[in-house]
């Protein structure tokens, strides 16, 4: 079976889908693995790693014609679409509840898609597997790296002989992966940490690493299935904000991580806190995106100083700005996936398997 790894050309993507240390597994067990040349150059691989790693490097229209399986990071753009051949097999992030029409495009022309951010992230046997998982991770450590540079003080503690310097506030909202990382980073950089979430199963898991965990008066347990949080009232909503203004108006630093999939993220900091915050305060909002972000004053990829000197700060890619340490973690996770499809050295999809009816997205039309 011949596997292929494509350049990616959403803008600002920076990673590649399989890194040299991963295709060994690969042909050692029979699979011939091609490369699109200069795939690995945003994360600084170059095509010659890839060679000596057992790969063929190849231009990119002989690769949609020989390839078999096409790993990929982000989902292929229309053109991409029309490369593809019935029968063939991409496997990437390619959010088809965000973008249903790209999903109803692959169906289309006759492509099995195979989508890693809908995989049940429940499933013990399915950790190896959890892009959304290993990527939330490099996000919550850069955002707060991000945050740290854009702040004018000190994060720790600092007592020189010109005087001591106060530790940094930070609050972050939302103790999913990223928030658990982004809480982490902070104290390792001697920050005062505190960390809210609607679901009261993460009060554990923030305290673990020294946060001090925000319990809201006004907002209910708010867990829902999957370990995901169940969408708020409209009372709720208001209450949530209300309440959560106070603490955020004390803070130097606010990492927001709240995210819902295929929905709008959930609106935590309204305009109206931005401009009770101090100046000189930092909000990295990791949610921003095309479908709105936590902060309402967001403008995605893009970094923003109010009125009252509050910098705001939005990305939307935060893992493809550590290329190289995110693609590795991805190469693993693709990599994993890839292989639960393989059976005798051909795909194959049992549709009674969780991990299939959860991944599969488009087959046969």
Known sequence: MKVAIVKESAPNERRVALVPEAIGKLTGAGHEVLIQSGAG?????????FTAAGAKVVAENALYAEA???????KPTPEEVGKLRSGQVVIGLLQPLIDPQNAQALAAAGVTAISLDTLPRTLSRAQSMDALSSQANVGGYKAVVMAADAYGRYFPLLTTAAGTAKPANVLILGVGVAGLQAIATAKRLGALVKAYDVRSVTKEQAESLGAQFLKLESVADA???????RELTDDEKAAQQAELSKHISSMDVVITTAQVPG???PLLVTADTVRAMKSGSVIVDMAASALGGNVELSVPDDT?????????????????TMP???SGFYARNISALLTHFIKEGEMTFDFEDEITVGTVITHDG
Do not use: H, K, M
């Open 68 to 74: 078999d399986v096409v790993l990929r990071v982000q």
């Open 304 to 320: 923003t100083v109010t009125e009252n000197g509050v910098t705001i700060i939005a990305p939307t890619n935060l893992p493809a």
């Open 324 to 326: 190289g340490g995110a």
């Open 41 to 49: 150059d945003g994360a600084s691989i170059p095509d010659a790693d």
């Open 223 to 229: 867990t829902g299935e999957g370990g995901y949080a």
């Open 263 to 265: 929905r709008r993220p």
